[in-house]
């Protein structure tokens, strides 16, 4: 069973774009709500793209503190449930300004519905650093 990987990959690139700039309303766009994140620290509830937006547009500040001006998608795995459900694995390496990785990365799998060209995440499982 296979569904359309290119607009999974399409959406992934255009929110590590955002996330990366500080665009939180660009990073909201790629989600579905409401939705869930999850992670060793516990779970939450996401009820609005506004909490979305919020959360990943200050994603940048943190991530330049640490020097990581940047990442790429590298999509692991894809696992396809159904045609218009699928599990991504995604390693997100971090990057210098020269786009050179900095030894580091995070790691998530998430949980994409996927209608036409349309990928929009629904569950995120934040791994950690890898």
Request: hydrophobic share 45%; glycine share 12%; proline share 2%.
């Amino acid at each position: 069973m296979a569904g359309n990987e290119d607009a999974i990959r399409d959406m992934l690139q255009r929110f590590a774009h955002a996330f990366t700039t500080g665009d939180g309303a660009g990073a909201a766009a790629c989600w579905q709500v409401p939705a869930l994140v999850v992670s060793a620290e516990g779970n939450r509830a996401v009820a609005s793209l506004e909490e979305v937006g919020a959360f990943f547009g200050g994603a940048r500040a943190q991530y330049n503190a640490q020097g990581v001006t940047g990442t790429r998608v590298d999509v692991q795995r894809i696992a396809w449930h159904t045609p218009a459900l699928a599990s991504v694995t995604v390693r997100w390496p971090y990057l210098d300004g020269e786009g050179r990785e900095v030894g580091r990365s995070e790691a998530s799998c998430y949980v994409v519905h996927v209608a036409g060209d349309d990928a929009k995440i629904s569950v995120a499982i934040l791994l950690g650093e890898a």
